[in-house]
């Protein structure tokens, strides 16, 4: 099992430049989940899906950002325009149970907004 | 909103050492998760609780899901140096608004 394949590993770009981060969940996993991490407020749930549905996305800092899910294995987090206050690490999690109790997370895309 | 307060929030412990940390919320969950993070990597799952009392060891790591269901305490024996990372609790109601919450985490150095 490949696990939670997340791209790029690391993205550099310049605040107004649109960025897209890529996920690929576990197969079988219902749930998919995007986190963002910094140091200032730890790990923060942006939304989650269920079935490729959006379930909750209270937690999208604003419309700057969106997120996708066109299938049950892949899923994007857009972020556009970038701004440099976007910098963090972004975590992609998949699960089977509901809720996401038992959450598999990705390695993580590092976004530095210059 | 609901929060997880995770105490202490940085150890600095001796190779051999046992350490102990705790996550405490005012709401009652259903489900207390723990997780390490190395550095550049994703969370893993340590230990998974479902049941108030519960006890569960993984390895060296024991877990404990409080009985009043708003507390959890994770504890490390014999530390190794593989051992220093982030450790994360999480919580989860099984209500309509069943989102995990995630404490901000107990950082945990080894000194040589």
């Known amino acids: 099992d490949a696990g939670v394949i997340q791209s790029p590993r690391h993205e550099v770009t310049e605040m107004g430049q649109e960025v897209t981060l890529r996920c690929k969940p576990i197969?079988?996993?219902?749930?998919l989940f995007w986190y963002r991490q910094t140091m200032m407020r730890g790990l923060e749930l942006l939304i989650y899906?269920?079935?490729?549905?959006?379930?909750?996305d209270s937690g999208m800092p604003e419309d700057r950002f969106s997120a996708k899910m066109p299938n049950a294995s892949f899923s994007t987090l857009k972020i556009q325009p970038s701004e440099p206050r976007d910098s963090a690490v972004y975590f992609c999690?998949?699960?089977?149970?509901?809720?996401?109790?038992?959450?598999?997370f990705g390695p993580g895309t590092r976004l530095t907004v210059l | 909103g609901q929060q997880l307060n995770q105490s202490p929030q940085s150890m600095f412990i001796q190779e051999g050492e046992d350490v102990s940390m705790n996550c405490t919320s005012s709401?009652?969950?259903?489900?207390w998760l723990w997780y390490k993070q190395d550095p550049g990597e994703g969370p893993v799952l340590l230990i998974a609780?479902?049941?108030?009392?519960e006890l569960t060891s993984n390895g060296r790591l024991t877990a404990q899901f409080g009985i009043t269901r708003k507390d959890s305490f994770l504890n490390i024996s014999a530390s190794i140096p593989s051992d220093v990372g982030i450790y994360f609790c999480?919580?989860?109601?099984?209500?309509?608004?069943?989102?995990?919450?995630f404490g901000k985490g107990t950082r945990l150095h080894i000194l040589p």
């Open positions: 999690a998949s699960s089977l149970l509901r809720g996401g109790g038992e959450q598999f």
């Open positions: 197969s079988g996993h219902d749930y």
């Open positions: 899906f269920n079935n490729n549905v959006p379930i909750d």
């Open positions: 709401s009652i969950f259903n489900t």
């Open positions: 609780l479902y049941k108030a009392g």
């Open positions: 999480a919580g989860l109601r099984m209500n309509r608004d069943d989102k995990i919450i």
